[in-house]
């Protein structure tokens, strides 16, 4: 599987990112579990790293993690009236356990909304017990009916945090900081700039009395939402009768939020990155951050050149690629694949000389240097190649966003834009947020991505379809 | 909820345990989902400490981390004869998603070595391809109808290692290698002392050739299996046709292994250690391993006492109760309940004297002592406590494994055992490994937890049933 090569990005966009995830060791599809994948070594471990940046970010804001059932009764869902209507048609239901039919299905969780509001009405009574912080690591299934690897899977992994709240104001807050730890993440650890927005009421979350989300610009210029995080208003607290006695004495309904983030991440960090040789991760979430290959022919150079390679390996935690039977070049040609940041080179002569080299994943620049000078020059590569992936993705994004002042100029720019052929672009207009707007961008299927928190883009204008006032341009693309 | 009372264990160990649990803010029935629980913010915690701990040995013995679906093609389980009549009673079946009734349905995994046979038939063709190390944390669900906190709930939490290799030998030295590991754990980590052995034909897992279990005592005498690891031979290599060629150049079926660990660990751990007060966590995986609770009650002492109290805690990493509103008392019930370690209390006399109290959550021991003394003190006790707890687990385990040398006295001594009076015990006999045998012991529902690995308890005899000379003595108790 190793041996096949990777379609260019520029031929087939959609092959050329399948090939990525299959070569770079970070998923295959699952076929007969229909629109499933199996996440393999390599994918697995970016994702146990990105948990670990994020876990640490939701318990340094004070979240604790906990454990809802995968299963949920059906009739759960129908008591909060959009959450049922935009989530009804993608359930698994289970009908059958234990041998006998089940007197009420149960649905495997498209979310779980429903079942902490349940626990939510349980455990709170008092505004002593608010607000409530939890978070949950988990897998949920939505029947999807076009799946891609990462992006969009009929199962996922994600994380989905679950707050109460005793005020609106309370709630809102928790909404933004969690959409500022997603946008720290995707930035400063993913090397993936995002725009961070707030969703039009056609685009919000089913159950939401608003949505907030991150938007990243993928390499065809198509945007990927990469997290989300939901202002849930009282609607839930209404739905499951989550009630508690205000500091006036009062019963209210709770105030709730839900935001997540899943594994479709990985998918936007490879579609950000990854070049035609296959995976580039950033080393911040690169499972392995430098290997070293030893170079040698003759069996009297071998005992020489692996003995240093382990050295050195050791002073500057590298991994030493020593397997027999594998030369160089396949070895090289192995973790380029893998999207190894740093690949480390040793043979005889830099032996001889007491040199080594040193080659950037991003780049593919060799670095010859001194062996004593590389415990400071591999950290130093490593951060550098961080801040330039996030440079790069970050002129691309500006390079690829575009003002636009009619319909017809938004059409026209995206018109031709697909998935396999690229050329997507953020088109920044002014657009009422009214369903009939957003449905007017459904004819050339492009969607309003969000409407950005600041006006880093332009102030107030007139909708390009109503003519009313707006206070700023909102991102229109197509996305995945 | 933490003002309810606990059971004393004498008097009903069962409900003992439930208040334990509930009081403890480690799990609650989700009763609205049959058979499942909801792990709150202490068992959860206590969850990923486990599985840190685990994790890092996984990966030390050459294990990597990947994800199989969720969902298994029902058609699956029937390819392996013994497994699918093992699995069948407890499936959950998948029969609509998407709006439509499924042509086939899928079962929610009940554990994954179906799905996991298929994709090794796609991965492995060569001896070069092998040992194929694997490990997936994961949720599984089995219909069970009498179901306990942790212990056994129809959703639970776990792990599974699934390894293909070229030869038995290697194996079945994998098998016993992730025993070890397990065993390791549970005594190293958990404090629980237990005993590997080889489990009956009759005991196996659905589709092994053996497996091989640790087993632990409760503190009602229960024996709780604690960890499987299975040798599967080439059972599920001939069920999804797992060839590779071997240096021989012949084709011939890998060998298996599979084994797992569940949130039944954390079930385990209550019943080892906790008391009548509730919850005692030994150090090395509880969350919090100290609290300082500052003891004040004029305006005028609140300030230097708690000033006091944050400088001392951060010097030795406790965690400061300075909530507002709650006395010292209910503070201590707190954290006694939640199973802390260790409490230091500091006081206006204290701070007066430059003295500290500590207190041991296991012996309910006041020591009074310089602050000085503290940052040498508290990890000490710490590490006298988890040894301590192990100690005293062991102990209880060697005065109430008794030898038993005919079918009668192993009745006599079992009869009256229950999960709610206790009194159960360790039954060592000479037990031939023949389904007659065990059929004899769920006359009086023991079972034979497992014929041990080495003759710790004695040599070879003759079997108390059949006559016919067997290796050494089985242990049979009653069990959850």
Redesign the interface.
């Known amino acids: 599987m190793a041996e096949s090569p990777i379609t260019p990005q520029n031929q087939d966009f959609a092959a050329w990112y399948q090939d990525v995830v299959l070569q770079g060791d970070m998923a295959e599809s699952?076929e007969?579990?229909?629109g499933?994948?199996?996440?393999?070594?390599n994918g697995?471990?970016v994702w146990?790293m990105l948990q670990r940046e994020l876990d640490t970010r939701f318990k340094a804001t004070g979240h604790?993690?906990?454990?809802?059932?995968?299963?949920?009764?059906q009739s759960?869902l129908q008591r909060e009236a959009e959450h049922v209507e935009g989530f009804?048609?993608?359930?698994?239901?289970?009908?059958?356990?234990?041998?006998k039919e089940l007197e009420e299905?149960?649905v495997?969780r498209p979310t779980s909304e429903t079942?902490v509001g349940?626990?939510f009405a349980k455990w709170i009574q008092s505004w002593r017990d608010l607000p409530m912080l939890?978070n949950q690591w988990?897998?949920v299934?939505r029947?999807e009916?076009r799946t891609r690897l990462f992006l969009r899977t009929t199962?996922f992994?994600w994380q989905e945090g679950h707050t109460a709240h005793a005020t609106h104001e309370e709630a809102v807050e928790e909404v933004l900081r969690m959409l500022n730890v997603y946008a720290e993440v995707a930035e400063d650890v993913m090397a993936v700039p995002v725009i961070r927005g707030v969703k039009t009421q056609s685009e919000k979350f089913a159950g939401a009395l608003r949505s907030y989300s991150i938007e990243a610009m993928m390499q065809n210029g198509l945007a990927l939402q990469a997290g989300t995080s939901h202002d849930l208003g009282q609607n839930f607290g209404r739905a499951f009768d989550v009630k508690f006695q205000n500091k006036e004495g009062q019963l209210d309904y709770v105030w709730q939020t839900s935001w997540g983030v899943s594994t479709r991440l990985i998918g936007g960090l490879i579609m950000t990155h990854s070049d035609n040789k296959g995976l580039v991760l950033p080393p911040k979430l690169a499972p392995v951050k430098a290997v070293l290959v030893p170079i040698y022919r003759k069996d009297e150079e071998r005992g020489k050149v692996l003995e240093a390679a382990h050295k050195i390996a050791a002073d500057v935690g590298a991994k030493v690629d020593d397997r027999e039977g594998q030369s160089p070049g396949a070895k090289f040609f192995h973790w380029e694949r893998r999207g190894v940041p740093v690949v480390l080179e040793l043979g005889p002569r830099d032996l001889a000389s007491g040199s080594i080299v040193l080659k950037r994943r991003d780049t593919g620049v060799k670095q010859p240097m001194p062996q004593t000078e590389l415990a400071g020059a591999l950290p130093a590569a490593l951060d550098q190649m961080q801040q330039d992936l996030y440079r790069v993705a970050q002129e691309r994004l500006r390079a690829n966003t575009v003002l636009a002042n009619s319909m017809g100029e938004v059409e026209q720019i995206l018109a031709d834009v697909t998935a396999e052929k690229g050329g997507g672009k953020f088109v920044m207009a002014h657009l009422k947020d009214n369903p009939a707007c957003d449905a007017r961008l459904k004819e050339f299927k492009a969607t309003v991505r969000c409407i950005p928190l600041t006006d880093a883009y332009d102030g107030p204008g007139k909708c390009i379809v109503t003519g009313e006032p707006v206070d700023r341009r909102a991102v229109i693309a197509k996305a995945y």
């Open positions: 699952a007969i579990v229909k499933c994948m199996v996440i393999k070594a697995y471990a146990e604790q993690n906990v454990y809802f059932p995968l299963l949920i009764p759960f009804s048609p993608e359930l698994a239901v289970v009908t059958i356990a234990g041998g299905p149960y495997i079942i349940h626990f939890m988990a897998n299934v029947w009916l199962e992994l």
